[in-house]
Structure formats: structure tokens, C-alpha cells
């Protein structure tokens, strides 16, 4: 085990008396590879910023290498070696690759002119330094997520780092991405640089990590060697609770045949995908999945009314639909929960109630007025039953956390009488209890309300557990299929790797 | 051919094709005499410009600059009126001070207060107009009284030609005086770090100040700095058109605006040259000039100012989603 570079010790932070921090430990030793795990909310970001020296604890003791540090403010953060690459990678896409790389080491050294021949010796040396191609040249918005991590990664590695914290480094990247990434964080560690890895997503710390701390409402609950940690235990430690997962199991009704409730016949969109036969019973969960780029977006969107297709037929309930309009897609009793809710499902300077209702409002207005006590009936009610932590439906939707808004989302479709319920991606950046959660809830409204529900994620597993059959789509077709049960998420995931 | 996808080479383009066009429309248009009054038509439409470029860059707007300009120039000329000063350095100096305090009000509002600069410039604007108009005066200064050396600076030309009727005209010297501001403005953007700052600023705010850049010397100085060109571009057109008229530049941001979306620079800031700027600005001039000899109403120069600020701003929106996607 190599000397500890960082050590954070009892460290207490208030907020105007709420406590963010209290009685948090943490140390990263050098050159090693380390998880801070917790569910959103959990003081993750704040620990991140007293190390980045944003904050400065209440109380408590920071050392670094040995050293006790009295006051760590940004400046000396970043001269101890300590480089924070935020998920939103704090990049210029305005600017080109190699002005991005150079800028902090210019303004660092304090020029008040501009030397643009260093600024391409200083980029050159940081892609040299990281080992990976980037063209200086490009301007950094035309890059793609990957791209820009790299960007954020190579400019960090520039300031002699000894500790890069990465937060939440692995949201917005496909698969491949991330084994990319992994790559280059193995290689970081090589030179003797320690990563802080932090992330609510077990797999990726189970599979990259040596030593986890985990966090949960400020406070330190568990620490130590990945090889002590599953799955399992990572998640009693970050909800204080076992989260049992039993797959979901879907019987065909005995009796007469019912018809399906979702029936798509000979689906193509030219470009996107072709001859899509996909059939849904009610109660039923499928799982779709395959690469970014196989279709499965663009398949839902038509289903929505949002990409209409090509040719092809669609019925719901036996009866056929036209699909060329969101809203004639709302008549047909589908609903759409997408992938990124914040910009495409939900109003968040709006308050929670008008969200709900906000796909309601026909339904509300007979005449030329809102029947507001029934509007506020039913956003109660929806409050209510989604379980949406929140003292009043007036708080606005930006200040729920990340599940808390998916339940919002969902909330909305049931009022609007729904029979088709297409999820794309529904937990993503969500935390493991309100994930739990909402798998809950889709289970529910499939049983009780039977709802066809068409569940799109990357997330082998979280399909593996909640649907009772599963569809793998590759460039624009569906290749495979498969019931949950009896199919193993190594199987699905070896045949998603064949797909490359 | 990465250069030939660079906005300037394609509005330097468009700005050609519509040169040869015009002149077709119109032979007189390549007449040398015709071509001066273009290029002295764009010195001060084009100083003011420089100085709405960086805003525009930094991502904000200014609409205040017509407001400073005219009060740098009127009291200006009112006090070398009264003080029998005669020269122009000081002058010059003093209006582009004027500009460049009123300029820092509108600097701290936008700093302070995190206003959004079109509701500050707006304030400040109709406030500068107001007191100019209220407690300075309202009476204009015509030639028999304005100060002969502010004249006689102006009236400097580069070449002059005799015509075959014996009227002699040319090129005035202030181009030289708008390209060498030009200049200056193109280095600071290019080569300082200030300039990379408010590029920087544009492109993310946010990521500015981790990455630390220092913003309120960022945003003091661009708002300073267009304060001060607003005024001494101020002063300059008063000593071009031999009067100091305290109502003078009523409407002329949308010009000046216009012509710095048409030369490229993004309204959502980030995206902007000196460059481009000056080729929108030599092209919105043309276009207006060209209605003039075309014999339209000038009340239609204000729907053709009008539709270029919504296509250009179009295009260099759409251009932006595209690079973004």
C-alpha cells in the first residue's frame, strides 16, 4: 500500500444550520485507483469541493502527504496537485482543442498576452503526455462527449496533477466509452497518479477500483479494499437498506387470447431502422437494447409520434393507429418518458403540480376554464401515489432530486390514461433507492393497470431484472430475442460486444 | 480547406457577389467617388461596431452606445466651446472618457448585480439621453460656431481628385484612424489574455471563472473600452458632418448591431472577428448606400436594416446549433 496523499479527517460542514458534512472521513492514498460511492445528495459534491478547497470545513482536519494543511483554498488545492474534472467538464466549446489544453497553464504563469506558438507546444505535450490523437485544431463543441473528457482529462494532467477526481465521469458515455476511459485511468495510475473516482454506478467500481469509501446523508459508513465489496453490500451501505431485487415474472393470462395492446407490423424509418415487428400483452415489460446508433432511439421516437415512420402499421389495443403527431400518439394512449427528462420531459422552473398536469389540461377544460379544484385533485393524488417526496406540489421541479423528477414524469402518463408506456433510459443518473423505486413502480402499473410497457437502457442488468422478455436491436433491426428468464446478463452483454 | 469554411471568407464572399450585382444594377457604384463615401460612411458605423463586437462576444449586447456617443461628442464640443480649446487631442481624449465612465456604470451593473446587459444598457441609455437632453441643452451646434480644428482634423484627406467639372473629392483621412482602432481592437481579442477572457466568457461563464480567469476585469474592460470608442466615434462624426446635434445617433444601434451579427459574430456570444466585423459593417453600409442611389425611400432602409439583423442572426444561430449538435 503506497503513503496516503490525502487525508480528510472528521471533517463538518453546515449550510445556513443544515449539515452537508459530519464526522466525514477520506483518504487517498497515491497512485491508487479510488471509489466515493453514495446516493445523490449524500455530500459527495461537497466533499469534493473542500478537497478542491471551494469549501472550508467547520471543523475537522485536512493532511496532505503527511502534512497538516490549515486553510486549503482553490489556489493551493490546485498547487498540491489536485485537479477536480467536473461532469460538465468546465470546457470552452467555443474554443479550440489546443486553447482549451493550454489556457490554465497561461493563466497560471500569468501572461497578459497571448503566445499562441506555446499554446500549441503546451497542447501538443498534453495529448503527448495522455497518449491519445485529438486534433488541435477542432473547436471543442464539434467534439463528441468522449472527446471532451479526453479534453478535460489531457488539461488536468497538464498542472502535475497527483490526485484527479473525476465526478460522475462515466453518465454520459456508451459503453465502449467507458472501457476508453477505464484505459486511460489505468494508465494515469501507472505514472503514479491517484484517481478519485465518484459514482453511484456499482458495476464501474467494482470493475475499476481498489480501495471504496462510501457515503450516505454526510457521514463516513464504509471504507476499505473493493476485493471486501458486492454489489450487495455497497448498496446496504449507501441506502441504510437492502434493496431485494426479485426479476419480474409475467404469465399469459389463461383463457382466450387477449390482443395485444401494442402491435407494430413491418416498422421502417428510412435510415434509422426497418421491418420492426415488436408485439407487447398488457402487463407485459420488454426490454429493448443495442448500441447508440442501432435504431432503438428512433424507433421510440416514432412510436411517439415524434420521428413518424415510414411504412409499417402500428395498433394498440387491435386497433390501427396513425402516428404522425405527439398528440395523436397521446390520443392512442401511448406515453413517452425520455431519455434526457430535464430538457424533453419536464418544466423545471415550473412547480411540480403544473407538471404533472401539464399533459392534462385538455382533459381539464371542458369549457374555456381550468377546473382547478379537479387539477388539484388530481395532482394530489398523483403526488401521492408516485410518492413523490415533497411537502407541496408548488416547490418547483428543479429543486426534486433526480428520481424524485422521473416520478414527476411518470406521474404525468397515468392521468393521461395511458395503455403504451415507452421508458427510454429511465434511471439514468438516478440513484440506487429511487431506482429501486421506479423499477417499483413500472412493475406495479404493468400488473395492476396492464400497461405495455417498451423499457429502453444500456443498463443490461436493470432490464435483465424488470422485464419479462427482452429485444436486442442492431442497426436498425431486431436481431434477438429473448425471455428474462433463463438469460444470464453476461450472455446478453457478450452479444452486444459481438455487435462492435 | 478548412479556411474556406471561416465565416469571413464566406461573408467576404457574399459581400463580393453583392458588390458585383449592385454593380451591375448600378455602373456608377465603382466610381471612385462613390466608393470613397462608402469606406468614410463606414468609420464611425465601424468604431462603434469594435466596441459592440466585444460585448457581443463576451455574450452580452449594448444598446447604450448611441446614448454615449452623443453625449461624449455634445459636451465635449460644449467644452471646447466654452474653454476656446482648440486642439484635438485633448479633445479626443475627453470624450473617449466620458464613453468610458459611462461605460463602466453599465460594466458594474452587468458585474455586480448579474443583470442581463440588453435591461442595463437599456437603462443606462435612455438615462444618458434624458440628462443630456434635460440639463445640458437641446440646441444643436452648427458649423458658424463649431471648433475649426476638430473641422479641420476631420477634413484631412488621404488622396484627392479633381472631377471633369472641377469638384474636387476624396478619401478621408478617419479611415485610417477606424482601421488603426480596428487594429488595435484585433490584437487586444487575439493576443491578450483579457481578450481570450472574454471569448472564454462568451463560450461559459462558468468554466471562466474556475478555470480563473478574472471576470470583472473581463467585463470592466469590454464595457469600458466600447464606451470609450462610442464616444470618441462620437466626437469624430461631429467634427465629419461640421455639427453637434444632442439628438443625433437616434436608432443607430440596430444598424451598428445588425451589421456585427451580418459579420459573423454569434448573438449568444462566444463566435466573433474584428475582421468579419468590418466586412458586416462595409456590408450593411453598401447596402444602405445602394438604396440611396437607387432612389428608395429611406423609410425602406430601416425594413431592409431590419430583415438583414433577422437572417443574419438566423444563420449564424442555426450555424451554432449545428456546431453544437
Known amino acids: ?500 | 480547406m478548412a479556411w474556406l469554411r471561416r465565416s469571413e471568407v464566406v461573408i467576404a464572399g457574399i459581400l463580393l457577389l453583392a458588390m458585383i450585382l449592385i454593380g451591375l444594377v448600378n455602373p456608377a457604384f465603382w466610381q471612385a467617388d462613390n466608393l470613397f463615401s462608402l469606406m468614410r460612411s463606414n468609420v464611425i458605423i465601424g468604431i462603434m461596431a469594435l466596441g459592440v463586437l466585444m460585448i457581443m462576444i463576451s455574450g452580452g449586447i449594448d444598446v447604450s452606445f448611441p446614448a454615449f456617443a452623443v453625449a461624449a461628442m455634445y459636451l465635449t464640443v460644449k467644452f471646447m466651446l466654452w474653454s476656446g480649446y482648440e486642439g484635438i487631442a485633448f479633445a479626443f481624449a475627453m470624450a473617449a472618457m466620458i464613453g468610458l465612465l459611462l461605460g463602466a456604470i453599465n460594466a458594474f451593473f452587468v458585474y455586480k448585480f448579474r443583470m442581463i446587459p440588453l435591461i442595463v444598457t437599456l437603462g443606462t441609455g435612455s438615462m444618458v439621453r434624458g440628462f443630456l437632453l434635460g440639463v445640458v441643452g437641446t440646441s444643436m451646434i452648427n458649423i458658424n460656431k463649431m471648433p475649426d480644428g476638430l473641422i479641420d482634423f476631420a477634413k484631412i484627406d488621404i488622396v484627392s481628385m479633381t472631377k471633369a467639372d472641377g469638384t474636387t473629392y476624396g478619401l478621408t483621412a478617419m479611415v485610417l484612424v477606424y482601421l488603426g482602432l480596428a487594429l488595435i481592437v484585433h490584437m487586444v481579442l487575439r493576443y491578450t489574455m483579457v481578450g481570450r477572457g472574454v471569448y472564454a466568457y462568451g463560450g461559459d461563464p462558468e468554466a471562466a471563472s474556475r478555470a480563473g480567469f478574472d471576470i470583472r476585469l473581463i467585463l470592466f474592460f469590454i464595457y469600458c473600452f466600447a464606451g470609450a470608442l462610442a464616444g470618441f466615434a462620437g466626437l469624430l462624426h461631429a467634427g465629419m458632418i461640421w455639427l453637434a446635434n444632442p439628438r443625433d445617433f437616434v436608432g443607430l444601434e440596430l444598424d451598428v448591431i445588425a451589421a456585427v451579427v451580418l459579420g459573423g459574430a454569434s448573438i449568444f456570444g462566444g463566435r466573433g472577428s474584428v475582421l468579419g466585423t468590418m466586412l458586416g459593417v462595409f456590408m450593411l453600409v453598401m447596402v444602405k448606400n445602394s438604396l440611396i442611389i437607387m432612389k428608395i425611400d429611406t423609410t425602406w432602409q430601416r425594413v431592409v436594416v431590419g430583415v438583414i439583423i433577422i437572417i443574419a442572426t438566423a444563420v449564424t444561430a442555426w450555424r451554432d446549433q449545428k456546431r453544437k449538435a
Not at chain 1, 490525502?6 to 443544515?18: C, D, H, Q, W, Y
Not at chain 1, 379537479?374 to 398523483?382: G, I, K
Not at chain 1, 412493475?443 to 422478455?469: F, H, K, Y
Open chain 1, 1 to 500: 500500500m503506497t503513503d496516503p496523499f490525502i487525508e480528510l479527517r472528521n471533517i463538518r460542514k453546515e449550510f445556513a444550520g443544515v449539515v452537508a458534512l459530519d464526522d466525514m472521513s477520506l483518504t487517498v492514498r497515491e497512485a491508487e485507483i479510488h471509489c466515493l460511492a453514495g446516493e445523490n445528495g449524500s455530500g459527495k459534491s461537497t466533499i469534493i469541493k473542500v478537497m478542491s478547497g471551494v469549501y472550508q470545513p467547520d471543523r475537522g482536519e485536512i493532511l496532505i502527504r503527511g502534512q497538516q494543511v490549515p486553510r486549503l483554498n482553490p489556489i493551493a488545492s490546485i498547487d498540491h496537485g489536485i485537479q477536480v474534472i467536473y461532469q460538465d467538464f468546465s470546457l470552452f466549446g467555443n474554443l479550440t482543442v489546443a486553447e482549451n489544453l493550454a489556457m490554465n497553464v497561461q493563466l497560471r504563469e500569468k501572461h497578459r498576452l497571448m503566445n499562441w506558438r506555446r499554446t500549441r507546444e503546451i497542447a501538443r505535450e498534453a495529448v503527448d503526455r495522455l497518449g491519445v490523437e485529438l486534433d488541435l485544431d477542432a473547436e471543442v463543441g464539434h467534439l463528441p462527449t468522449a472527446g471532451k473528457q479526453l479534453v478535460a482529462i489531457a488539461r488536468a494532467l497538464m498542472s502535475d496533477a497527483r490526485l484527479i477526481i473525476m465526478d460522475e465521469p462515466t453518465t454520459a458515455l456508451t459503453r465502449r466509452e467507458v472501457e476508453t476511459l477505464f484505459r486511460i485511468v489505468r494508465d494515469i495510475q501507472s505514472r503514479g497518479i491517484a484517481v478519485l473516482f465518484v459514482s453511484h454506478k456499482m458495476r464501474e467500481m467494482l470493475e475499476i477500483s481498489e480501495t471504496i469509501t462510501v457515503m450516505r446523508n454526510g457521514s463516513l459508513v464504509a471504507d476499505g479494499p473493493t476485493s471486501e465489496f458486492d454489489e450487495a453490500l455497497i448498496t446496504r451501505h449507501m441506502t441504510g437498506s437492502d434493496i431485494i431485487s426479485e426479476p419480474y415474472v409475467w404469465t399469459p393470462p389463461s383463457g382466450a387470447p387477449q390482443s395485444p395492446r401494442l402491435e407494430v407490423r413491418g416498422l421502417g424509418l428510412k435510415g434509422a431502422y426497418e421491418d420492426v415487428d415488436l408485439t407487447i400483452r398488457p402487463g407485459e415489460i420488454v426490454g429493448l437494447t443495442g448500441l447508440m446508433g442501432s435504431g432503438r432511439t428512433e424507433l421510440a421516437l416514432s412510436l411517439f409520434g415524434m420521428a413518424p415512420a415510414d411504412h409499417g402499421d402500428v395498433k394498440v389495443d387491435g386497433k390501427p393507429v396513425a402516428l404522425r403527431t405527439t398528440q395523436e400518439a397521446i390520443a392512442a394512449g401511448i406515453a413517452y418518458v425520455p431519455e434526457d427528462r430535464l430538457s424533453e420531459g419536464l418544466f423545471l422552473t415550473q412547480s411540480i403540480d403544473r407538471n404533472i398536469l401539464s399533459t392534462s389540461y385538455e382533459a381539464l377544460s371542458p369549457g374555456l376554464t381550468i377546473d382547478k379544484t379537479r387539477a388539484a385533485e388530481m395532482a394530489a393524488e398523483t403526488i401521492d401515489t408516485m410518492q413523490i417526496a415533497t411537502p407541496t406540489g408548488d416547490k418547483l421541479v428543479k429543486e426534486l432530486s433526480g428520481g424524485n423528477q422521473q416520478r414527476v414524469v411518470l406521474g404525468r402518463w397515468l392521468l393521461t390514461d395511458a395503455r403504451v408506456l415507452i421508458l427510454n433510459g429511465p434511471t439514468v443518473g438516478v440513484d440506487v433507492g429511487s431506482k429501486a423505486e421506479i423499477h417499483r413502480k413500472i412493475r406495479d402499473l404493468a400488473r395492476e393497470q396492464g400497461l405495455a410497457v417498451l423499457m429502453i437502457s444500456d443498463d443490461v442488468p436493470e432490464l435483465v431484472q424488470n422485464c419479462n422478455r427482452l429485444v436486442l436491436m442492431h442497426r436498425g433491426r431486431l436481431v434477438e430475442e429473448f425471455e428474462s428468464a433463463g438469460t444470464s446478463e453476461e450472455a446478453i452483454g457478450d452479444k452486444l460486444k459481438a455487435f462492435r
